[in-house]
């Protein structure tokens, strides 16, 4: 069960009797998700996580999205991050949703 926020969808949802606009729909699916992690040395780290979901009602509609992290670590105290994420979901948007990011970060293994 997933709550979908948006003004389009108030008529659906709103009831007249209530002075409360109600803006959130509910929607009904299946949803499968996977995540996985491959330590390639004791310096660098790929990890990934898959989501893929169907709903049902109002309308049949799948999104899907995967994340995939990579890190490397520099020093003993600095790494390096590049993420890179695939969305499609056609509440948001009808194109494939592209984002990658980079950083520096710094690390204490406790």
Not at 38 to 59: I, V
Not at 87 to 98: I, V
């Amino acid at each position: 069960m997933r709550q979908v926020r948006a003004r389009e969808h108030a008529l659906l949802t709103d009831n007249p009797r209530t002075p409360q606009r109600e803006t959130y729909r509910a929607e009904s699916g299946i949803q499968c998700k996977g995540r996985w992690l491959w330590q390639l040395d004791s310096l660098r780290r790929w990890q990934g996580e898959g989501e893929l979901r169907l709903a049902f009602a109002p309308e049949w509609r799948w999104s899907a999205t995967l994340e995939q992290r990579f890190r490397q670590q520099v020093w003993k105290f600095l790494e390096f991050n590049l993420q890179l994420t695939l969305t499609y979901d056609p509440l948001q948007s009808r194109k494939l949703q592209y984002r990658q990011r980079i950083g520096i970060a710094t690390v204490y293994r406790w």
